[in-house]
Nanobody, 125 residues
């Protein structure tokens, strides 16, 4: 079992940057691929980015490509999401999630078994 805790959210102006972190408990973090999702008010949860256990192939939603970077440090049991050039439409609650398929970069939340509680990101225009 994996417990996930996100941090790093906050209020930022459009064009600014934030770095989200997701700390995982347990000694099996490196066995999971990891993903970031977000949910805006009144909208469904959407895929942001994913990274396999060996950081080999990262995947991004089209609207995040070139602005967001996902990375992980297996020694620290942590996955990161660097967000640059933020826009008002990036506002939402950001969740990290763990997928037991360690080699995947799945976009669907149904493949992810464990979820954090989320961290709020608000981008003011």
């Amino acid at each position: 079992q994996v417990q996930l805790v996100e941090s790093g959210g906050g209020l930022v102006q459009a064009g600014g940057s934030l770095r989200l972190s997701c700390a995982a408990s347990g000694r099996t973090f490196s066995s999971y691929s990891m993903g970031w999702f977000r949910q805006a008010p009144g909208k469904e949860r959407e895929f942001v980015a994913a990274i396999p256990s060996n950081s080999g192939f990262t995947s991004y939603a089209d609207s995040m490509k070139g602005r967001f970077t996902i990375s992980r440090d297996n020694a620290k049991n942590t996955v990161y999401l660097q967000m640059n050039s933020l826009k008002a439409e990036d506002t939402g609650v950001y969740f990290c999630a763990a997928n037991p398929n360690r080699y995947s970069s799945d976009h669907s939340p149904t493949y992810y078994n464990y979820w954090g509680q989320g961290t709020q990101v608000t981008v003011s225009s």
